[in-house]
């Protein structure tokens, strides 16, 4: 799952799932039970779904620009001289490099290959010549 990270990162020790997640879902279904509505939010399920999950992640909600990051994310090497995914028109390391390191320790590539495939879109973008 793309969110794992917020919740349980990677080396967390198992505790931390058990007080965490583990806790959370067994709440949230006892309140259900009782006729109460899920209290933690939800994510919608699909496509949709991870839609949604990057546009809360990304602070956008254009799809053409969630694709773009992706296919950073979704590369086992990218260079600071690529195309910035925001499509400001400048390099990657003269703007969201930051941002795209924070991701990365996030989202690993095939997550974010998953998160294309999903989506509908391809890793890597048509190339059309004349």
Not at 14 to 42: I, K, M, N, T, Y
Not at 52 to 72: A, G, M, S
Not at 82 to 108: E, H, T, V, Y
Request: hydrophobic fraction near 40%.
């Amino acid at each position: 799952m793309d969110d794992r990270w917020r919740c349980f990162p990677e080396g967390a020790p198992f505790v931390r799932f058990l007080d965490g997640p583990v806790h959370d879902f067994f709440l949230g279904q006892s309140l259900v039970a009782l006729g109460e509505p899920w209290p933690f939010g939800e994510w919608s399920h699909g496509a949709k779904g991870v839609r949604e999950y990057y546009q809360w992640l990304l602070q956008t909600d254009d799809p053409k620009t969630i694709v773009r990051f992706l296919r950073v994310l979704a590369k086992l090497n990218w260079k600071g001289h690529f195309a910035c995914p925001c499509w400001s028109g400048q390099k990657i390391r003269r703007c969201c490099r930051s941002k795209i390191l924070d991701l990365r320790d996030k989202i690993p590539p095939e997550v974010a290959r998953k998160a294309l495939e999903t989506l509908g879109a391809r890793q890597t973008p048509r190339v059309f010549s004349g």
